[in-house]
């Protein structure tokens, strides 16, 4: 499962781009990433946009998949809840994230899922217009 994250200054948004299949091989490169970032950086409100995700997996694949994660942890020192947004492309990817959500519940985040972008980077407090995932598909993939 491919990403590609950019810290954006101007938004001051942590931004993660997803696509192809839900996997815990990109679950993990995810957290190796965020282990790079300072801990201002990780401290940042995160719009994921995985609208480009196939979530059709297996339960027993999401259980691995959170076994296999950051064991909880981020780069950050936590004052008050993170805000973190996920964009999905429909119905189906939008009640597999509320799940997905529930199962890693990480006290830490405060996880909500959007299937409007406009509603999601109002809920991460992002005023800029326009879309901030575009142009980043030409960037490395990590």
């Given at each position: 499962?491919?990403?590609?994250?950019?810290?954006?200054?101007?938004?001051?948004?942590?931004?993660?781009?997803w696509s192809g299949q839900f996997s815990k091989e990109g679950n993990i490169s995810f957290y190796q990433a965020l282990s790079k970032l300072t801990a201002t950086e990780c401290a940042l409100p995160r719009l994921?946009?995985?609208?480009?995700?196939?979530?059709?997996?297996?339960?027993?694949?999401?259980?691995?998949?959170?076994?296999?994660?950051?064991?909880?942890?981020?780069?950050?020192?936590?004052?008050?809840?993170?805000?973190?947004?996920?964009?999905?492309?429909?119905?189906?990817?939008?009640?597999?994230?509320?799940?997905?959500?529930?199962?890693?519940?990480?006290?830490?985040?405060?996880?909500?899922?959007?299937?409007?972008?406009?509603?999601?980077?109002?809920?991460?407090?992002?005023?800029?217009?326009?879309?901030?995932?575009?142009?980043?598909?030409?960037?490395?993939?990590?």
């Open positions: 499962m491919p990403f590609i994250l950019r810290v954006d200054t101007e938004s001051n948004c942590l931004l993660v781009l994921h946009d995985a609208r480009k995700v196939n979530f059709d997996v297996p339960t027993e694949e999401i259980y691995k998949t959170r076994r296999s994660g950051s064991g909880g942890k981020d780069n950050i020192e936590v004052v008050s809840k993170l805000r973190s947004a996920v964009l999905v492309h429909s119905d189906l990817d939008f009640g597999m994230m509320r799940i997905l959500s529930a199962i890693y519940n990480r006290p830490e985040l405060d996880v909500q899922v959007f299937s409007e972008l406009e509603k999601a980077k109002e809920w991460v407090g992002m005023n800029l217009p326009g879309d901030p995932f575009e142009g980043m598909a030409n960037n490395n993939i990590n």
